[in-house]
């Protein structure tokens, strides 16, 4: 394999795991935007979407039947999440938002155990999910590139969204000023169940492909992507949309240039390293990349 | 005419130690009780409410007084158990289960004592490294940043074998922990938080909390101020790592855990952040309400009814309990005050002579 092509193959991975993250960042980010809430459940939508779409398949619904109720069910429960857990808590403390969406994964992680026991259960991707194509050396897996696609299509839809429509509008404006917003006569309840439904929609899409690359799910599975979407928002600025998927990318290429650069004593050490870095980064750039570096007001 | 209170100078020296004595001998009671009339069973939950008070109160110096709120601590808590259980394994099991430690650690084993307090200095030690950076921070942003270093931790546990056995179960640390050595460390744990709280330094730590701009600009250093709050509790916590291993004997990375953390932040914030009789109000509640849980999760009959085993029921009702205290009580069960011996004293003095007069 010439140096060319695996600079291309290590690029088309960082871009894949990237666009993971990233639409799993954008979830966090627009609420964090409006509500200044850090919601770590919302890696448990991962997991409601697989088993939801797991169970369909094994009672015999063909696989786009099973994802599309799989997405559905992830994002009914990101509205539920919002409603039931977070809707009482208007206005309360950053700290008090984050500890009640720890309740809620740590609700939804043990429900997810009663229900479907803690092992983990295989996840039948469908061929087309798992199909390599070979170019010349490189290895191009359909995952990835059908990951880099949805991740495209998802994130222009999104851009649109926000900038073309008027609950669009609506969104960054509360995340603007939320007591202006409301002001302005603007329906917050309404703007903070659309930024939820679409962030909890991503993360079911996300569900399907992570469960799809792993092959397996397990109650717990939401922690790992959720941590990594922090970091990639963290690093891009809390709270912008740009700068989760920045961010998103940005962890992937860094992820993928540790496992490549480690040595093989340390690669085991790979997610520490990317913390390290995390921390590194938040001294100099104290609100991330994007973040703005406004001063406190006095 | 009812009688004021009495002005300082009047207050004798035996009103003023009435308080902390009553409380001792209660302590002294209560562990004598537990040591002699108590079950196996019963004695394992109180060492395991001293654990906590300590890991408690101790994170409430962080996160009450100074509003530091990190999620890491349990970080601190595996660097003791691991350094701790290091030291006081016995040599002939260490050949056995880690034969590839560096020598000096190899031939080495000390009493509990010296080994609990060499496992809190290390996780001070660390908790200097990692917080002279962390503690600029601001809010939400040190919580995940704390996070992440508990992820570090437990990345190097799994991975670091031939120190700490990487994923698989550290075994045969000696029961060390007993009802009284747990208890003293407790109480020392509980005044050690409660003089800091009522002290000159204390307040700074409250102020830059409450204002950080305002603290500032009366030269409080608060980043000072909180670094010195999270290597203290950062000691504290690994002392109360020490305990807990000697107290389990065998254990693994995944004892800390997140949902670990999280146990240990829901006695913290249900008792009342900033609130020491809080923070030990919060354990006792806790812990004994998620063993009667967890009691009961493992199935009973209920007259003719049979209830089969659901486990993580138990987590689920702390869950929502915990959210229930949030909402409804965001400030906890104490609300940041403190329960005042000497005035509950008095009250019952106040009342005792008006009872006899009637």
């Keep these: ?298 | 005419m009812e009688p004021r209170t009495p002005p300082v100078d009047q207050s004798s020296l035996r009103s003023r130690l009435a308080g902390p004595a009553i409380l001792i001998a209660l302590l002294g009671v209560f562990l004598l009780v537990s040591h002699f009339l108590a079950g196996d069973y019963i004695q394992r939950i109180v060492i395991i409410i001293g654990i906590n008070v300590i890991l408690v109160v101790s994170l409430n110096l962080s996160n009450g007084f100074t509003g530091v709120f990190s999620l890491g601590h349990v970080g601190f808590m595996a660097i003791g158990a691991y350094a701790a259980s290091l030291l006081t394994l016995p040599v002939s099991l260490k050949a056995v289960n880690l034969p590839d430690l560096p020598g000096w650690l190899g031939a080495v084993a000390l009493p509990f004592l010296p080994a609990t307090l060499i496992a809190g200095l290390l996780a001070a030690l660390v908790a200097f490294l990692v917080g002279s950076s962390l503690m600029r921070l601001k809010g939400a942003y040190i919580s995940v940043a704390t996070l992440g270093f508990l992820v570090i931790v437990q990345v190097i546990l799994v991975n670091w074998d031939q120190v700490t056995r990487g994923a698989r179960t550290f075994a045969g640390v000696p029961p060390h922990s007993t009802v009284w050595n747990v208890w003293i460390w407790a109480s020392l744990t509980i005044f050690v938080v409660w003089r800091i709280g009522r002290s000159a330094f204390g307040r700074d730590m409250r102020s830059a909390r409450d204002n950080e701009i305002a603290a500032l600009s009366l030269g409080v250093s608060v980043l000072r101020s909180r670094l010195l709050a999270f290597c203290m509790s950062a000691f504290l916590t690994g002392v109360a790592g020490s305990l807990w291993a000697h107290f389990i004997s065998s254990f693994s990375p995944k004892s800390f855990s997140f949902t670990q953390a999280f146990s240990i932040i829901t006695m913290l914030v249900i008792g009342g952040l900033g609130s020491v009789s809080g923070s030990v109000i919060g354990v006792v509640l806790i812990t004994v309400l998620s063993e009667l849980l967890r009691n009961a999760e493992r199935g009973f009959e209920l007259g003719a009814l049979h209830i089969p085993p659901i486990y993580g029921a138990s987590q689920i009702l702390m869950a929502v309990l915990f959210v229930l205290v949030i909402v409804f009580r965001p400030a906890g069960l104490m609300g940041g005050r403190e329960i005042n011996v000497r005035e509950i004293l008095r009250r019952i003095a106040r009342a005792r002579p008006g009872k006899g007069a009637a």
Excluded: C
């Excluded at chain 1, 969104?171 to 962030?199: E, K, Y």
């Design chain 1, 1 to 298: 394999m010439s140096a060319l092509e695996l600079l291309l193959q290590q690029l088309i991975n960082a871009v894949s795991i990237g666009s993971l993250y990233a639409l799993m960042a954008i979830g966090l980010a627009m609420v964090f935007g409006i509500l200044r809430l850090i919601n770590f459940a919302h890696g448990d939508l991962i997991m409601v979407g697989s088993y939801v779409a797991l169970l369909l398949m094994t009672l015999g619904l063909p696989f786009f039947a099973a994802a599309a109720a799989g997405v559905a069910a992830s994002t009914l429960a990101g509205l539920a999440m919002e409603r039931i857990a977070y809707r009482p808590l208007r206005g309360a403390h950053e700290i008090s938002m984050l500890l009640t969406s720890f309740s809620v994964t740590i609700f939804l992680e043990n429900l997810a155990i009663i229900l479907f026991r803690p092992t983990s259960r295989a996840f039948p991707a469908p061929a087309f999910l798992r199909s390599v194509i070979h170019m010349g050396q490189l290895r191009l897996a359909s995952l990835d590139l059908i990951a880099i696609a949805i991740a495209a299509v998802l994130l222009l839809a999104l851009t649109l969204f926000v900038r073309r429509t008027n609950i669009g509008i609506a969104m960054r404006a509360a995340s603007q000023d939320l007591l202006a917003a409301r002001l302005m006569g603007i329906n917050v309840n309404r703007v903070i169940a659309t930024a939820f439904a679409i962030g909890s929609l991503m993360a079911g899409v996300v569900g399907l492909l992570w469960s799809a690359r792993v092959g397996k799910i397990d109650p717990l599975m939401g922690f790992n992507p959720v941590l990594k979407a922090f970091v990639a928002s963290v690093i891009g600025g809390l709270g912008s949309l740009p700068g989760a998927v920045i961010g998103a990318y940005v962890l992937g290429g860094l992820e993928i240039l540790l496992q490549g650069l480690l040595p093989s004593a340390l690669t085991p050490y790979r997610d520490a390293f990317v913390f390290a870095i995390l921390i590194a980064l938040l001294l100099f750039r104290p609100n991330g990349i994007l973040g703005s570096s406004e001063k406190e007001k006095i």
